[in-house]
């Protein structure tokens, strides 16, 4: 092991594509050096797992965390990287600090990883809330007449199916804390309540978001400590920030238009299929142009670590 700082991530063949450019987009810092890869295969060929050891030897089939999901979930290997998100230490033993990041994130600005980690090194889980003055509603409500008669939202559907109304009602005043780009030490005392609180949720919750729910308890109700980072530094793209044609990069949508750290493509599905496409984005310099979310991986990029001289 060369590193103490493990960037995890892991898809099925269906992401690969989204995969590759999240790794060339950390590999181009040269700061990526002092990070090892830590991959998790839940259904890639074997042609995409021999790119992938161009860049580490760490590539782990995951099991499920609880037995009755092998046949509940049989079809859907991928969620394996969902539910054991928990037990990223007992899959990569041995590193100080593990850095989760969704295989449909990019890295555009290192100084938002250096916030994770140093979010991390105070003890704490460094992550995002679903919540900026840029995200307009993290709550949905059906009225009947000027009374609210149903509320919808992330915590309030997954709490209630896995835990019950009593749950719902106590976690859905929170914001939504993001599981999909995380950072924490490995001897932080989270883990093992993390664990835990997922397994139970498995009993009757729904496996594809046992993890981020899981995570809102654990920080919302039984105050574990959080570090929660701006929105910019792991922005959702389902939110538009601007573009900033002159340093070529996303950025806030307001002021002061700090560059977006991590892009999440959550939500983007075809996008996430098909690069060719594009949306409309409004520039700092009043123009409206067409341009991709995806990371741009046709400009110089490092080789491969293996095929460096300077790689341990």
């Known amino acids: 092991m060369a590193n103490k700082i493990a960037f995890c991530t892991g898809c099925d063949s269906n992401y690969f594509p989204l995969l590759e450019e999240l790794i060339l987009s950390v590999e181009r810092f040269p700061q990526s050096q002092q990070i090892d890869w830590c991959f998790w295969d839940v259904g890639l060929t074997a042609e995409q797992v021999q790119w992938l050891k161009q860049y580490s030897s760490n590539i782990v089939k995951p099991d499920w965390p609880l037995p009755h999901l092998a046949e509940q979930y049989a079809h859907k290997e991928y969620i394996k990287a969902c539910v054991n998100r928990p037990f990223l230490p007992q899959h990569f033993p041995g590193y100080e600090t593990y850095v989760w990041l969704d295989p449909d994130t990019w890295v555009q600005d290192w100084a938002s990883i250096e916030m994770f980690l140093a979010g991390a090194a105070k003890g704490k889980i460094a992550l995002t809330a679903q919540v900026d003055r840029a995200y307009p509603r993290t709550l949905r409500a059906t009225f009947l007449g000027p009374f609210p008669l149903k509320v919808k939202g992330f915590y309030v559907s997954n709490a209630r199916k ?18 999909g780009m995380f950072a924490l030490q490995a001897d932080a005392p989270h883990w093992q309540h993390w664990q835990k609180l ?46 900033d044609e002159v340093n070529g990069q996303f950025v806030e949508p307001y002021l002061p238009h700090q560059p977006i750290g991590v892009l999440h493509m959550a939500g983007f599905d075809d996008m996430r299929i098909d690069r060719t496409l594009t949306l409309d984005f409004q520039t700092l310099e009043g123009k409206t142009i067409k341009r991709s979310y995806r990371f741009d991986h046709t400009a110089d990029l ?11």
């Open 302 to 312: 490092p080789a491969p670590r293996k095929q460096r001289p300077s790689a341990v």
């Open 198 to 243: 997922l397994k139970d949720a498995l009993k009757k919750g729904n496996a594809f978001t046992a993890e981020q729910l899981t995570l809102g308890i654990m920080c919302h109700l039984d105050n574990y400590e959080a570090e929660i980072l701006p929105a910019y530094t792991h922005w959702l793209c389902e939110f538009k920030p601007l573009w």
């Open 162 to 179: 896995a835990f019950g109304w009593q749950m719902a009602q106590k976690l859905m005043r929170h914001h939504v804390l993001l599981a």
